[in-house]
């Protein structure tokens, strides 16, 4: 079992900053992938990043590729999204999520059906 807690989420104007927080708890942190996804009303929830056990691997959707910078740190158990230029578009509830079946040291994916446990997620609003 994992549990995920997000954080960081707010109000911020066209062109601002946020940077969400992600803590897990339960399960050994440095052994599986973790990503970032997002849903805004009446839509679908959507990829927006991941990153493997180690690190080294990360993957962005194109929407938000050169503007947000996913991290991890296994000393704290956290995982961490840094949001820049945000645009209207971004606002949207931001889960944070753990795919415990993805382990190997490159190791990614943003299949949604591959993340196991979801955090309750935290809300993102950007005004224009």
């Known amino acids: 079992q994992v549990q995920l807690v997000e954080s960081g989420g707010g109000l911020v104007q066209a062109g601002g900053s946020l940077r969400l927080s992600c803590a897990a708890s339960g399960r050994t942190f440095n052994t599986y992938a973790m990503g970032w996804f997002r849903q805004a009303p009446g839509k679908e929830r959507e990829f927006v990043a991941a990153?493997?056990?180690?690190?080294?691997?990360?993957y962005y959707a194109d929407s938000v590729k050169g503007r947000f910078t996913i991290s991890r740190d296994n000393a704290r158990n956290t995982i961490y999204l840094q949001m820049n230029s945000l645009k209207p578009e971004d606002t949207a509830v931001y889960y944070c999520?753990?795919?415990?079946?993805?382990?190997?040291?490159?190791?990614?994916?943003?299949?949604?059906?591959?993340?196991?446990?979801w955090g309750q997620g935290t809300q993102v609003t950007v005004s224009s």
């Open positions: 990153i493997s056990w180690s690190g080294t691997s990360t």
């Open positions: 999520a753990a795919a415990t079946r993805v382990e190997g040291y490159y190791g990614i994916t943003t299949r949604p059906y591959d993340y196991d446990f």
